[in-house]
């Protein structure tokens, strides 16, 4: 976030600073190779805190600059000043959001509660101050901005709607009392992203016989033997209580009373009756997010939150969610059905319950497709996949990939790589792959931008990296992931090829900086080439004897392709619409279990499903404002990638047309913001997007309209 200061404050001397980075290795310019990168090597956590403080007053100090600038108000002195402000600042926060993702720990937590409304109160400082307001709305209203290009308009017009939407023209007491909010939010944040990281660390289930472990494939067995070691428990196993644990032991474990307290245990993360109970947290959080809309002007905050998206409504939304959720759950009913069968058929004398559900579901896929989970597994690599991933983004984008090792990591496990345009030999970027789960990590997969292309500055090539938690195993064995896992992997290098095909000029406007509706369509769209055959007959190789998958296997994978799609559908949505439904109360003083309950039953939730994220661990809308009000963007980005992937497959040459390729980089991956999505999305189309590509790419029945 950004934000700024009304009064004056002196810059600090040269010597100040210079003073300050030889004792502090945080405040040093990035140097080496690259334009500069992170010297994770160099750096000691006990300086993080302040290092960012010092930062933090030196983005103050250049704004205060820009602010009471005596000259005229133009593009250059205020605009492309803000752009170029707070570098050190970024560097460190970048390192700062490195440390809170990938290596939390007991002794970062005090730094990260006690910096992070600091963070945020730099943001408040910013968007408050009056005079910087004036000169930006100067700029925005002179003739002469009109004569600027396309991109640099863009950029007025994006710090102008900011501004305003944070609160620029409010009262002096409204503002005051948004800063206050803002500030309140922030520490809340932290505590819900703590709590739920303290039982995702602190519970997990034992396997403590050998009948424990009846049905799991060998990977997750070893991975479990392995946690086992490195907790220090007196037990044979151990199931992390992480979704990448959690959801492969829910799938394949034999036993029923088991699979129980797995699911038990990852749905009730903030939700336990410990210090670490989150329910509290995110009603403050709701109620003060109710009062900062209404104080910046809106009805709700689900209307605030998405009045600078594609969907601009809420109602636009919600329409979206039921046209899919209808058919979803029509189709989990019947998948149910077959699934009591085999039930009833095997004997047992039982309902299918929400931990039966992937279980049943595997079985059920393999008596309709003959096609388990556990047959494609021993194709599918991390490392060959991702080799896989590399050739896409050769084939589609140029690009080529060489790895490096004179780049300082923040963890063994991180590895780094060079990437390149093959056309030109220039280097675009760095991409750090950081594959494994462990401890102080959360849970999950996600991209990260340590860096921005840009060239307001100079040519900077941005740097991005790729974070997941695939259970690492044996030292001598590749690891191999499941279908779901893989097609994770292809999503989020898609974010990372969103960032190093970037081509623009300015940072705010570079990479990722889309809203926030818009910016899953680059990934999603990525996970449609993992099913290729030219990606499977390369890459998808067994680990043993190195024939690639078979015709057979990829036609029964191809044939059950939408099989559970409905699940996954209906899972997504439900979080989506109770997220929604959160914050378009007005006054939201609740009981999160009733709420939920509530909510569902009125949605006529099937009983086998829950949420993919229940609201007490609800981590997207909890830990920071990014996707609250807004986890039905990865249903919208996918109506969009669904419909552009059409136009690759209406093509001969299919997903690798070379025509629509150069349109996808041309209006989609090297634009970053810099266009309005809507706009470049018809220039990439050829139209505006058509919603019946969707039901079709899940496999439902498109609605007559």
């Not at 501004?163 to 809340?188: M, P, T, W, Y």
Request: with cysteine; charged share 25%.
């Amino acid at each position: 976030m950004k934000k700024i200061i009304l009064t004056l404050i002196m810059i600090a001397p040269t010597v100040m600073v210079n003073a300050q980075t030889n004792q502090n290795s945080f405040l040093n310019e990035w140097k080496g190779p690259y334009g500069g990168v992170p010297a994770f090597t160099d750096y000691k956590l006990q300086d993080l805190k302040p290092a960012l403080e010092f930062a933090i007053q030196e983005k103050l100090n250049e704004i205060a600059k820009i602010a009471n600038n005596p000259k005229p108000a133009t593009f250059t002195n205020t605009i492309v000043a803000l752009e170029k402000a707070g570098k050190r600042y970024s560097q460190i926060y970048a390192v700062f959001g490195i440390y809170s993702s990938n290596m939390n720990s007991p002794e970062f937590e005090p730094i990260e509660t006690e910096m992070t409304p600091k963070i945020y109160n730099l943001g408040n400082k910013i968007y408050q101050n009056a005079k910087l307001f004036a000169r930006i709305s100067k700029v925005y209203n002179a003739p002469s901005t009109k004569k600027l290009t396309k991109e640099q308009q863009r950029l007025v017009w994006l710090y102008y709607s900011n501004f305003v939407r944070e609160g620029a023209k409010a009262d002096a007491k409204a503002k005051a009392r948004i800063a206050a909010i803002n500030q309140e939010l922030a520490s809340l944040f932290t505590k819900f992203s703590q709590n739920q990281l303290a039982d995702e660390s602190n519970y997990y289930l034992e396997l403590k016989t050998e009948a424990d472990f009846e049905g799991l494939p060998d990977e997750l067995k070893n991975a479990a033997i392995a946690d086992a070691k490195d907790r220090k428990l007196n037990v044979m196993g151990c199931i992390a209580n992480t979704r990448s644990s959690i959801e492969p032991f829910l799938t394949f474990s034999n036993r029923r009373d088991l699979r129980q307290k797995a699911f038990q245990i990852f749905t009730s993360r903030g939700d336990n009756d410990n210090a670490n109970n989150n329910n509290a947290t995110l009603v403050q959080i709701l109620k003060l997010r109710a009062e900062k809309a209404k104080l910046l002007g809106f009805k709700t905050f689900a209307d605030w939150s998405l009045s600078n998206t594609m969907a601009q409504k809420p109602q636009k939304t919600l329409d979206l969610m039921m046209s899919v959720w209808t058919p979803a759950v029509e189709k989990v009913h019947a998948d149910v059905a077959d699934m009591q069968k085999m039930v009833d058929a095997e004997g047992g004398n039982f309902k299918i319950a929400a931990w039966d559900y992937r279980y049943y579901s595997e079985k059920v896929r393999k008596a309709k497709y003959d096609l388990d989970q556990n047959d494609l597994k021993p194709y599918l690599q991390l490392e060959k996949l991702r080799e896989g991933m590399f050739w896409v983004a050769g084939e589609i984008f140029h690009l080529g990939f060489r790895q490096v090792t004179n780049v300082p990591v923040f963890h063994p496990d991180v590895r780094v790589w060079e990437v390149f345009n093959k056309n030109t030999g220039k280097t675009v970027g760095l991409w750090y792959f950081d594959p494994y789960a462990r401890k102080g990590k959360r849970s999950g997969a996600w991209m990260n931008a340590t860096r921005e292309q840009s060239r307001v500055n100079g040519d900077v090539i941005t740097i991005v990296s790729n974070n997941c938690n695939y259970i690492k195993g044996n030292d001598s064995e590749p690891v191999l992931i499941s279908w779901d896992d893989a097609s994770t992997l292809f999503h989020e290098f898609g974010h990372a090829l969103h960032g190093l095909n970037s081509n623009v000029t300015y940072p705010s406007l570079s990479g990722t900086n889309t809203p926030r509706d818009y910016v899953e369509f680059p990934s999603q769209v990525m996970e449609r080439w993992l099913a290729t055959p030219q990606v499977l007959n390369q890459f998808a190789l067994h680990y043993k004897t190195g024939e690639p998958m078979p015709m057979s296997l990829v036609e029964r994978n191809e044939k059950a392709a939408t099989f559970n799609e409905a699940f996954s559908t209906v899972e997504t949505i439900a979080s989506a619409l109770v997220d929604m439904k959160l914050h378009l109360l007005e006054n939201p003083d609740i009981n999160p279990k009733q709420f939920e309950k509530e909510t569902l039953d009125a949605l006529k939730m099937p009983k086998e499903i829950v949420m993919r994220h229940r609201i007490p661990q609800f981590g997207h809308i909890f830990s920071d404002d990014a996707y609250a009000a807004g986890y039905y963007g990865y249903l919208w980005a996918d109506a969009i990638s669904a419909d552009a992937t059409e136009a690759f497959t209406e093509t001969k040459d299919g997903l690798y047309d070379k025509a629509v390729a150069k349109r996808l980089y041309d209006y989609v991956f090297s634009i970053g913001n810099t266009i309005d999505p809507a706009i470049a999305y018809k220039k990439f189309r050829g139209r505006d997007v058509n919603t019946d590509a969707l039901m079709r790419a899940r496999g439902f029945e498109v609605q007559k309209k």
